[in-house]
Antibody, heavy 120, light 107 residues
Framework: QLQLQESGPGLVKPSETLSLTCTVS??????????WGWIRQPPGKGLEWIGS???????YYNTSLKSRVTISLDTSKNQFSLKLSSVTAADTAVFYC????????????WGQGILVTVSS | DIQMTQSPSSLSASVGDRVTITCRAS??????LNWYQQKPGKAPKVLIY???NLQSGVPSRFSGSGSGTDFTLTISSLQPEDFATYYC?????????FGPGTKVDIK
């Protein structure tokens, strides 16, 4: 059974860089059938796709965040990571990592989510 | 970017009711429409992908239909565990976008 688990600091200061890692177990992130992505959800609000990465390293970012986002892969650890720079209070959210089924691009497996608060 | 809208934003229903939620895209997305269920404090769970395909393990009381710009999610007989928020998501083009959600609660 595929499992995804987010990890990283729960508190980040304004203007700093938020860094999260998603560890995948029960499957390989090197599969050509899937993409891997990040989604966020501010408290009490809806879902926003942040970006995705393919096993080849190709990345796709939401245009609203593109200048601040970097997603990368570490195939040796079966992990992928998110960096979001210059954060503000508006970036406070639950961050989810997810697997994306390649043909129809739906999120079929999700991590449990991690709350990241931006505050001094 | 493709904008997604949902109606209603919330509804109250009873166990056994038939429930229909509508999702509309700002432009044609063919059948690249997915539905998720989210319960408080939990990650979303996919119910329907590509407009009408039931994800493995999801009860058959859930069904989806539509193409182009208009889509529906139907719960044929609402069960206690179905009280949740439902989101649609388009996967036709990046950036992938979600609808604002429909909260289904107990009447």
């Amino acid at each position: 059974q595929l499992q995804l688990q987010e990890s990283g600091p729960g508190l980040v200061k304004p203007s700093e860089t938020l860094s999260l890692t998603c560890t995948v177990s029960g499957g390989s992130i090197s599969s050509s059938s899937y993409y891997w992505g990040w989604i966020r959800q501010p408290p009490g609000k809806g879902l926003e796709w942040i970006g995705s990465i393919y096993y080849s390293g190709s990345t796709y970012y939401n245009t609203s965040l593109k200048s601040r986002v970097t997603i990368s892969l570490d195939t040796s650890k079966n992990q992928f990571s998110l960096k979001l720079s210059s954060v503000t209070a508006a970036d406070t959210a639950v961050f989810y990592c997810a697997r994306i089924f390649g043909d129809t691009y739906y999120f079929d497996y999700w991590g449990q989510g991690i709350l990241v608060t931006v505050s001094s | 970017d493709i904008q997604m809208t949902q109606s209603p934003s919330s509804l109250s229903a009873s166990v056994g009711d038939r429930v229909t939620i509508t999702c509309r895209a700002s432009q044609s997305i063919s059948k690249y429409l997915n539905w998720y269920q989210q319960k408080p404090g939990k990650a979303p769970k996919v119910l329907i992908y590509a407009a009408s395909n039931l994800q493995s393990g999801v009860p058959s009381r859930f069904s989806g239909s539509g193409s182009g710009t208009d889509f529906t999610l139907t719960i044929s007989s609402l069960q206690p565990e179905d009280f949740a928020t439902y989101y649609c998501q388009q996967s036709y083009s990046r950036p992938f976008t979600f609808g604002p959600g429909t909260k289904v609660d107990i009447k």
